[in-house]
């Protein structure tokens, strides 16, 4: 029976709330204001720390409703929401803490504070959701606190037109997830995420019903319009024009909702794979489309709007072969360094400068590119290969990717110009990443068994997809190495132009919208 322990989750939504309303009703006071806030996220850090805790010594559980005839709150302590949990409020800690510099002097930094707060204490609540009620209502909430920080500066009409788009996607996100919840529900017959999840793993295979048929593509769309996929990832590149916390925030947190309602429904998902390929299909063609269009950005905060369109959609695209586990790894990996990349985008110029100048010393590809590439990549493929249970095709497609973005980073290094030693150094390093990867692809399988399935999709549908998948950023790869060679013709500059328009789908969403068309270019 679960004991008054379980309720521990509840406590950090709860002291996010409350520096929320301290900041209301000290909107003149922004020191104290941001004090309370900053407190609010150590406690909640501290809360946190107390769930994992409370999961390593009592187990996987769910705490008691608070509510009737299954509506109400209650909060699930597992290996998925303690480690969200876990993530929402560290980097949730170090924004608060970014933004008391970053604010200070602005007249409106109490209410700022608020709205960091609220947005975090949304996301606590999502994360924790043992019902489908709490899970909904705390989706929507996410989103509406998130639009108070996107309009922080009305003024910029930028950062308005942004939120207005943001506002409308995420409404028709709102209504996807409410249709497919009820479906759930009507379908398990209780709104309790763990016994939904119970009775989908007890399923026999190719059990699918009428009600998962619907249920699961609603689930899917939910979480690609949520994560920012083509074609509605328009506003995530626009937000730039917001303050600099928020897109921390945005960027290495609440993007990563859409991720985690696929994983939270993983089983209920796996009973319905035609769900799962269009995730494969929309998320691979998204991080191709987005690490394309990121090439052509000159902004540094732009670039890294465009890399999380991109990776969100490497992250759904792993949901969509089965890897559930290294998805959530995936998440974790992604919000740290995100978070980071926005909180230190000033001193990014720098680095993206120097390294722009010295890719145009570069000399050209040479057979030593070629051999080293597939080097690295060969090099991937068997570290991975070394743990038995990583064999089955989704992780050998993952490996062969992985070696393909290891190759590009060591690539260099088989430039000569006297380094003899380098390429030695580069591979050797490669192996090193590509083992390290593999054993905590291994280890995530392991931390996450119960929570996330391990097996992967299977049938001619799931291998052409691989197939495709690894051809295309094989090919995306080749593009970007011989560069030098075809964007300095007629038709390598008009592709270049477009791309930096992000084929104008931003222009054609203002139209729509009936409002003056902005550049998606900051």
């Not at 996100?173 to 309790?192: K, P, V």
């Amino acid at each position: 029976m679960p004991s008054f322990q379980a309720f521990i989750p509840f406590l950090a939504p709860l002291v996010m709330l409350a520096a929320a309303v301290f900041a209301g009703r000290h909107p003149g006071d922004p020191r104290r204001a941001q004090r309370f806030a900053e407190a609010s996220g150590v406690a909640a850090v501290v809360v946190a720390l107390a769930t994992l805790l409370e999961l390593v010594l009592g187990g996987r559980q769910t705490s008691p409703l608070i509510g009737v005839a299954g509506l109400g709150l209650s909060a699930r302590i597992d290996a998925l929401s303690v480690s969200m949990l876990l993530l929402v409020s560290a980097v949730g800690l170090v924004v608060l803490r970014f933004s008391s510099n970053y604010l200070a002097g602005d007249p409106g930094q109490a209410r700022f504070a608020g709205g960091l707060a609220l947005t975090l204490g949304a996301v606590m609540a999502l994360v924790i959701a043992g019902n489908l009620v709490q899970l909904l209502l705390a989706f929507v909430a996410t989103s509406l606190a998130l639009h108070r920080l996107l309009v922080f500066y009305p003024e910029r009409p930028k950062a308005v037109m942004a939120a207005r788009k943001k506002f409308v996607v995420a409404r028709l996100a709102d209504l996807a997830l409410a249709a497919s919840l009820a479906i759930i529900w009507l379908r398990f017959g209780t709104g309790d995420i763990a016994a939904i999840a119970e009775a989908a793993k007890a399923a026999p295979a190719g059990a699918t019903d009428t009600a998962l048929i619907l249920a699961a593509p609603l689930l899917a769309l939910a979480a690609l319009l949520k994560s920012a996929q083509f074609p509605s990832h328009g506003w995530l590149p626009e937000i730039v024009e917001t303050p600099t916390p928020v897109s921390a925030l945005l960027h290495a947190g609440i993007i990563n909702a859409g991720g985690f309602l696929v994983l939270r429904f993983a089983d209920v998902m796996m009973l319905t794979p035609p769900a799962l390929h269009v995730l494969a299909l929309v998320g691979g063609f998204t991080a191709l489309f987005a690490s394309a269009v990121m090439l052509t950005q000159p902004a540094v905060k732009v670039q890294l709007a465009w890399s999380t369109i991109a990776q969100m959609g490497f992250m759904l695209f792993q949901c969509g072969i089965g890897a559930f586990a290294i998805a959530l790894l995936h998440i974790i990996a992604h919000s740290l360094y995100k978070a980071h990349a926005f909180l230190s985008s000033g001193t990014a110029v720098e680095a993206v400068r120097a390294a722009s100048r010295s890719e145009a010393g570069a000399q050209a590809p040479s057979w030593r590119f070629a051999l080293a590439g597939a080097t690295v990549v060969v090099l991937a493929v068997l570290a991975w290969m070394l743990l038995p249970a990583a064999t089955d095709p989704a992780s050998l497609t993952l490996a062969g990717i992985f070696g393909l973005g290891l190759a590009l980073l060591a690539l260099p290094a088989a430039e000569g110009r006297g380094m003899t030693g380098s390429l030695v150094v580069a591979l050797g390093t490669v192996l090193a990443a590509s083992l390290a990867y593999a054993l905590l692809h291994a280890a995530a399988n392991h931390l996450f068994a119960a929570e996330l399935p391990v097996a992967s999709l299977q049938g001619t549908v799931a291998e052409a997809i691989l197939v495709l998948a690894f051809a295309s950023f094989a090919l995306l790869a080749f593009l970007q190495l011989t560069a030098h060679r075809w964007i300095a013709t007629p038709l390598g500059r008009a592709v270049r132009i477009h791309l930096a328009n992000g084929l104008y789908l931003d222009a054609l969403a203002d139209r729509f919208m009936a409002r003056p068309q902005t550049s998606s270019q900051s």
